[in-house]
């Protein structure tokens, strides 16, 4: 308890002390962005962070990272975090004043993802890395759905958001644009078994969709070519029985 207790009273005065400064605003928000992201593990692009705060990012040393020299720390050379992920989590406790904040902040960092590949793949660079753990928490169907609106840039080879978007909206009964996300969300060429797997859940949440919009022939392509990637698959096997009724 102790250990819990000093870590929020340095994280507690680490913001304090940002009060002081003239740029106090720009830096409390570029301390809660970096927070976020790194609470989950993952560091924040320089580049990203810049987009954020809406600034160049060859100011960025100047007007923010050296004010919080003390709060964050560089992630190689073009990505800095916090100095350890429970400081993250507590720093987020303490600058986000209510969860409209949070969402605020999480829907600007997922709308201004740079895009395209990393060379460290510990920084934030998909909007499925960062959706997800937060939807371990509970969050409001709208809330969701804002967050993948506002990650709908996300590149092909983010699987993950595609298909955890079509299933979000096929709970929703949105047939259509689940189909569209879902085609997104396979594996062009799946190699290893973790692939051919997510492709056969894919193709299970296809067939589902197609069988509420009486594409009933699109549907059984569907499960058969979800059972040719992972012939063991209950869902699959479940479908199947009941199209063949």
């Known amino acids: 308890a102790r250990g819990v207790g000093s870590i929020r009273t340095g994280a507690e005065q680490r913001t304090a002390a940002l009060d002081a400064k003239p740029e106090r605003d720009a830096l409390r928000r570029a301390y809660f962005a970096t927070a976020l992201v790194h609470r989950y593990g993952m560091s924040l692009g320089r580049a990203h962070l810049a987009a954020v705060l809406d600034i160049p990012e060859a100011e960025l040393e ?30 987020c406790t303490i600058l986000s004043t209510d969860e409209a904040a949070r969402d605020a902040m999480v829907i600007d960092l997922l709308a201004k993802l740079p895009g395209g590949s990393v060379s460290d793949p510990t920084v934030f660079h998909r909007p499925s890395e960062l959706i997800r753990p937060l939807r371990q928490g509970q969050l409001a169907p709208l809330t969701v759905d804002r967050y993948f609106e506002a990650g709908e840039n996300a590149p092909d080879h983010d699987v993950a958001f595609w298909f955890d978007r079509g299933r979000f909206d096929a709970n929703f009964s949105r047939w259509e644009p689940a189909l569209q996300h879902l085609e997104r969300a396979l594996w062009r060429q799946p190699g290893d078994a973790g692939e051919r797997e997510h492709n056969a859940a894919v193709h299970a949440v296809r067939a589902r969709c197609l069988m509420a919009l009486h594409k009933k022939r699109d549907a059984i392509a569907a499960v058969n070519e979800g059972l040719r990637l992972s012939p063991r698959d209950g869902v699959l096997e479940r479908l199947a029985d009941k199209l063949s009724g």
């Open 62 to 91: 100047a007007q923010v990272l050296s004010p919080l020299d003390l709060s964050l720390v560089p992630a190689g050379p073009a990505a800095v975090r916090t100095r350890h992920p429970v400081v993250a989590a507590e720093a």
